[in-house]
Nanobody
Framework: QVQLVESGGGLVQPGGSLRLSCSAS?????????IAWFRQVPGKEREGIAAIASHDGSVYYSESVKGRFTISRDNANKMGYLQMNSLEPEDTGVYYC?????????????????????WGQGTQVTVSS
C-alpha cells in the first residue's frame, strides 16, 4: 500500500521560505511516475502548483508559483520536495503531495487532481506577518 507523508509546513513571514518534503512508502516505482504538489484554501478547489516526472525529470509549474517555487525528487529514496521562496500571503493553504501518472500525457494532465492515485494528508502553510 502506497503512503505519502508531507512535512515542513508552518508559519512564515511574507518574503520568507519553506521547504516541504513528501516521503513515499510502499508501491512500485511506477506508482510515483509523477509527483505533484497541490494547494487548497477553504472554499476553493485543490490547485495544482507543481509536478515532476520521473522518466525525464520534466517539471511543471502553475503561473502563480513559477519563478518562486522549485520542485525536485529523489527517486532512490522515494522523496519529493517543494522549495518555496518569496512567499506571499496568497500562498497560505494546505499543501498536499500527490503521486500517480502512469500512461499520462504529463504536460497536459499534471494539474488535474482527480487523475492522481495517491495523496498525503496535507501540511499547513501560513504566510503572515
Amino acid at each position: 500500500q502506497v503512503q505519502l507523508v508531507e512535512s515542513g509546513g508552518g508559519l512564515v513571514q511574507p518574503g520568507g521560505s519553506l521547504r516541504l518534503s513528501c516521503s513515499a512508502s510502499g508501491g512500485f516505482a511506477s506508482d510515483f511516475h509523477v509527483i505533484a504538489w497541490f494547494r487548497q484554501v477553504p472554499g476553493k478547489e485543490r490547485e495544482g502548483i507543481a509536478a515532476i516526472a520521473s522518466h525525464d525529470g520534466s517539471v511543471y509549474y502553475s503561473e502563480s508559483v513559477k519563478g518562486r517555487f522549485t520542485i525536485s525528487r529523489d527517486n532512490a529514496n522515494k522523496m519529493g520536495y517543494l522549495q518555496m521562496n518569496s512567499l506571499e500571503p496568497e500562498d497560505t493553504g494546505v499543501y498536499y503531495c500527490a503521486a500517480g501518472g502512469v500512461g499520462w500525457p504529463v504536460a497536459r494532465m499534471w494539474p488535474v487532481a482527480n487523475e492522481y492515485d495517491y495523496w498525503g494528508q496535507g501540511t499547513q502553510v501560513t504566510v503572515s506577518s
